[in-house]
Nanobody, 127 residues
């Protein structure tokens, strides 16, 4: 059974940076597809950034492309989200997620593509 433990987040001013971490246990890390989603108050959870399991290919929501970087450290079984040039509209609870299904897609941007979720961490950006 896969388990995810998130850390990072907090309160920052617009333009600053934050890094989120997601430690994975319970399954071979390198084979998992992983992603970050976020949910702002009153809004649905939305895809933010994803990374494929074996290839390590990354892809992003248009709203964060060029500012956020998703990466993974296979030796540490940890997923990261480096968030740069933060904006107030990035304020949300951020969730890491892993998927273990065998569906083959070019990208995995749906919540239903993932079956295990982290506990969420708050990111608040003020102007």
């Amino acid at each position: 059974q896969v388990q995810l433990a998130q850390s990072g987040g907090g309160l920052v001013q617009a333009g600053e940076s934050l890094r989120l971490s997601c430690a994975v246990s319970g399954r071979t890390f390198i084979a998992l597809r992983m992603a970050w989603f976020r949910q702002a108050p009153g809004k649905e959870r939305e895809f933010t950034a994803g990374i494929k399991g074996l290839s390590g290919t990354t892809y992003y929501a248009d709203s964060v492309k060029g500012r956020f970087i998703i990466s993974r450290d296979n030796a540490k079984n940890t997923l990261y989200l480096q968030m740069n040039s933060l904006k107030p509209e990035d304020t949300a609870v951020y969730f890491c997620a892993t998927g273990t299904g065998y569906a083959i897609k070019a990208e995995y941007r749906l919540s239903s593509d993932y079956d295990t979720w982290g506990q969420g961490t708050q990111v608040t950006v003020f102007s």
